[in-house]
């Protein structure tokens, strides 16, 4: 697979404000386009109703373990799908489009 676009990830959280954002993630949207044309949406309240809410049942979960297992600076979680999965093919180019947060459109063409 190769990226077409870069993104800069992880984003800092520093400056941010984390209210707004915790408010904006269950309303944000989300469109997938394959060569251009819109073949799936969907929105943050398709990760159980926020993806913040995921994140908090998913540290709740690890602390209540109470092993040395945590969710330490950057770990990666992935708070499950907003929309509906896609076939991929070799050849597909393929845009993630966001309304409602400040992020770029991402591309990724799979060769």
């Known amino acids: 697979m190769t990226g077409v676009q870069t993104c800069a990830l992880p984003i800092s959280a520093g400056g941010l404000d984390i209210a707004g954002l915790v408010e904006a993630l269950p309303r944000f949207s989300v469109k997938l386009l394959r060569h251009g044309e819109v073949?799936?949406?969907?929105?943050?309240?398709?990760?159980?109703?926020?993806?913040?809410?995921?994140?908090?049942?998913?540290a709740t979960a690890v602390a209540a373990r109470g092993d040395h297992d945590s969710l330490g600076a950057?770990?990666?979680?992935?708070?499950?799908?907003?929309?509906?999965?896609?076939?991929?093919?070799?050849?597909?180019?393929?845009?993630?489009t966001v309304d409602g947060l400040d992020l770029s459109p991402v591309t990724l063409q799979i060769a």
């Open 39 to 58: 073949v799936a949406e969907g929105s943050g309240k398709n990760s159980l109703r926020s993806p913040a809410a995921c994140l908090a049942e998913l």
């Open 74 to 96: 950057g770990a990666l979680v992935s708070s499950g799908t907003l929309t509906d999965s896609q076939p991929m093919a070799a050849g597909d180019t393929w845009t993630a």
